[in-house]
């Protein structure tokens, strides 16, 4: 098993088990900021900055309302989909 896959596994294995990341890690025999990091790594899904495109329908005849934030981020969305807009707001 590929060392990616074993950290992938460790954290799946960790979120399922309930355990805090520090008892986790001394059941495992990993340093804690190791396993942090692996953490953080299983986030990373998406190598563009963590953003994926979402593509709701866009009804015909409607307007698109559009976010720009300071950092060049681009959202949007329908109106008829202002609660998808919502969301990602609240994500950001």
Do not use: D
Not at 71 to 85: D, E, F, T, Y
């Amino acid at each position: 098993m590929k060392k990616a896959e074993q950290m992938r596994l460790a954290v799946q294995q960790w979120k399922e088990s309930g355990f805090t990341q520090q008892v986790y890690c001394e059941t495992i025999g990993v340093k804690r900021s190791t396993f942090a990091n692996w953490v953080k790594r299983s986030k990373e899904k998406n190598p563009q900055g963590g953003f994926l495109t979402l593509n709701p329908p866009i009804e015909p005849g409607l307007e698109v309302l559009e976010i720009i934030y300071p950092n060049g981020v681009r959202i949007k969305a329908n109106p008829a989909h202002i609660h998808l807009l919502s969301a990602l707001i609240r994500a950001y």
